[in-house]
């Protein structure tokens, strides 16, 4: 009885070192996958803003240089630009769905850009209606500079949400895998730890079977 109750107790401190092992190395995994895929998610993030900014850039550039030459050639971006717009937030608001915190941002950036991009379009059609002096006051007025700084501004503050919201983790591959090794040094010495604990717990170590025996047959 002693003896099977003894490797009822062994089985116990094993099988709770073990499962402490399996699930602390579980939950780490699962940690830095999830820190992996937060940083992942991010980088789209950023990538889809910056397709934003350059399709405002080629808006603009497009835009002064079809009123200095009237090239029919500059009119092609600034016609795609509502379709590659539409296309750009409609990406930005899939990839910001897991974070109502940019939500918000993403409603007013897209209402500046479209306002942007409509009174791009909508000076064109006044070149056409051979009203370029009016147009060139509106540049010079700086109307126009104005619309501008307000698109980056929005874009700057949509940038400072994902920051607030999805925190940059500047760390090098090196120091990832020398703090992964220190976390897993830590798990390995709680999991003996708890061996220890339950071993004094259960009464070990006891004498052994033997032991008791000749102990017994003593005169």
Known sequence: MDIRGGFIGFLIVVTAALALSFFGHLFLFDHWRMQHERQLHRSKIFEEVLRLQRLVMDV?????????????????????????????M???????????????????????????????????????MDKQEQVRLYVRGGSGRALFLTVEKAIGDFETRIQRELPHEAISYESWMQRAR?????????????????????????????????FQVLP
């Open 90 to 128: 409609a990406q930005l608001r899939v990839l910001t769905t897991s974070t109502p915190g940019l939500q918000a941002g993403v409603g007013v950036l897209s209402a500046r850009l479209r306002e942007f991009v409509e009174s791009k379009k909508a000076l064109v059609a006044t070149v056409r």
């Open 182 to 214: 220190w976390q897993l040094l830590i798990l390995e010495t709680l999991g003996i730890l708890l061996c220890v604990y339950l071993t004094r717990v259960l009464g070990f170590p006891k004498k052994s079977f033997l032991e008791r025996r000749s």
């Open 60 to 88: 603009e550039t497009n835009f002064r240089g079809y009123l200095l030459t009237e090239q029919p050639s500059f009119l092609e971006p600034i016609n795609q630009a509502e379709s590659r717009l539409e296309i750009g």
